[in-house]
């Protein structure tokens, strides 16, 4: 691949400014398209014999959830607990969006169960307002996947007994109905989401395919949607989000209720792979992510370590990625706050960086360097992350006549410009 070096060279004979704005703007644009990270995790000081179904109700979050997040099987108290109060939301806002067709309709609000996690989330203007618990139906009495709407709405309502139930008679309203006092009728028939006078129910799949919640929850939801709401009800056992403020990409491994398929670690590699990012993913944290369904959010892409030059904080996109003993990183940022000038080859085939009369020629695959005309082997390849070249910070820095170390009390890598 030396040849692709002397390219390099002859297309970067003329540089231009470099600054953060591309770079946000591209991986931005393209991270921003995934689903994202709602809520934020809590912890929990459980107290003596405490119940579990007590600290679930609590905070709005199923028993089986807490069982699910937490080691161990629970029976003793004073467990400090972690509540899964931080989820990756199914849908990017562009998906949710796609699912009102009629906002007046819907007023905008959708709402989109996850059966494998036993969540519903309602979606306003694409973005999720909330998170529910369910109870969803029980082996042989699925509850559907596909795309509906609420056709139907009741406060107090009265059940009239299916075939496959033991009453014969109407149940009116009261504490023996099994509607509890809210009802939202979907559009396939039969099948709705209700209040229920069974509470402990909640996460389990014991239902005859219609989605219980919480009566306090199913208020609530009663008052956001309306008739014409869409509702779309999946079956992801697999879920991939980005939180920006973070620059970090999530997965969450949910339970496989119904037997369709575990998750696998080559599935996690071909779902990152669609989104550009199968070359700088965390193989190690995402395997033990696939190990064990808790449902909780791992960080498979970007990490905690953070970036200074001179003092400053660099803001990056998608945060730096340990690789080798260094940290790749999207390049326009870094180079912007290095005061360096760089140019990106057509679709990231080569990244160029100078400074002063320093210069650097990477690209992306490759461990090898051309550093003032001489090759230099480098100890992690820049790559492509989705579809933007993120570069190794410290080779990068060094190169260009700046010094680098890294303080671990503050995970973060120390760039000196010598400016």
Same mark, same amino acid.
């Given at each position: 691949m030396r040849w692709a070096w002397m390219l390099a060279a002859a297309v970067a004979a003329v540089l231009t400014p470099a600054g953060p704005a591309p770079a946000q703007l591209v991986l931005e644009q393209a991270l921003g398209r995934m689903p994202p990270l709602f809520g934020t995790p809590q912890e929990y000081q459980r107290k003596g014999n405490e119940s579990i179904y007590e600290v679930a109700r609590r905070f709005g979050v199923s028993a089986s959830a807490i069982h699910n997040a937490n080691e161990g099987d629970l029976k003793n108290g004073d467990e400090l607990l972690l509540i899964p109060t931080e989820r990756i939301a199914p849908l990017a806002a562009?998906?949710?969006?796609?699912?009102?067709?009629?906002?007046?309709?819907? *007023?905008?609000?959708?709402?989109?169960?996850?059966? #494998?996690?036993?969540?519903?989330?309602?979606? +306003? +203007? *694409? %973005?999720?307002?909330?998170?529910? !618990?369910?109870?969803? *139906?029980?082996?042989?009495? $699925?509850?559907?996947?596909?795309?509906?709407?609420?056709?139907? /709405?009741?406060k107090n309502p009265t059940w009239f007994p299916p075939k496959w139930a033991i009453e014969e008679k109407p149940v009116p309203p009261g504490p023996k109905n099994p509607l509890g006092d809210r009802w939202m009728g979907l559009s396939a028939p039969g099948y709705g989401i209700h209040a229920t006078i069974a509470p402990s129910s909640i996460g389990r799949y014991?239902?005859?395919?219609?989605?219980? /919640?919480?009566?306090?929850?199913?208020? $609530?939801?009663?008052?956001?949607?309306?008739?014409? #709401? !869409?509702?779309?009800?999946?079956? %992801?056992?697999?879920?991939?989000?980005?939180? !920006? @403020?973070? *620059?970090?990409?999530?997965?969450?491994?949910?339970?496989? !209720?119904?037997?369709?398929? @575990?998750?696998?670690?080559? @599935?996690?590699?071909k779902r990152l792979q669609q989104w550009g990012l199968a070359e700088v993913w965390d193989e190690e944290a995402a395997a033990g992510a696939v190990s064990k369904p808790q449902g909780i959010p791992a960080a498979i892409v970007g990490s905690s370590v953070k970036v200074t030059v001179d003092g400053k904080p660099v803001q990056f996109a998608l945060a730096p990625i340990p690789r080798g003993g260094d940290w790749l990183a999207p390049v326009e940022p870094l180079a912007w706050a290095l005061r360096a000038r760089a140019e990106i080859g057509p679709e990231g085939n080569f990244v160029s960086l100078e400074r002063e009369r320093q210069r650097i020629f990477l690209s992306p695959g490759d461990r090898t360097a051309l550093v003032n005309g001489q090759v230099v082997d480098l100890n992690a390849a820049p790559q492509l992350a989705a579809g933007y070249p993120v570069v190794p910070v410290a080779a990068v820095a060094r190169a260009l006549g700046a010094s680098v170390g890294f303080d671990q009390a503050t995970n973060t890598v120390l760039v000196w410009s010598g400016n």
């Open positions: 562009w998906e949710a969006l796609a699912l009102v067709g009629d906002p007046a309709a819907s *007023g905008s609000v959708s709402v989109v169960v996850n059966l #494998t996690e036993r969540n519903l989330y309602v979606y +306003q +203007q *694409g %973005q999720p307002i909330r998170c529910y !618990p369910g109870a969803i *139906g029980m082996r042989g009495w $699925e509850t559907p996947t596909g795309d509906f709407t609420i056709v139907n /709405m009741r014991v239902s005859h395919g219609c989605i219980r /919640m919480y009566p306090e929850h199913a208020h $609530e939801l009663y008052e956001l949607v309306r008739l014409g #709401t !869409p509702v779309k009800i999946i079956y %992801q056992p697999l879920v991939l989000g980005y939180r !920006p @403020e973070e *620059g970090v990409v999530y997965l969450a491994h949910h339970p496989d !209720p119904y037997g369709l398929g @575990e998750v696998t670690l080559e @599935e996690v590699r």
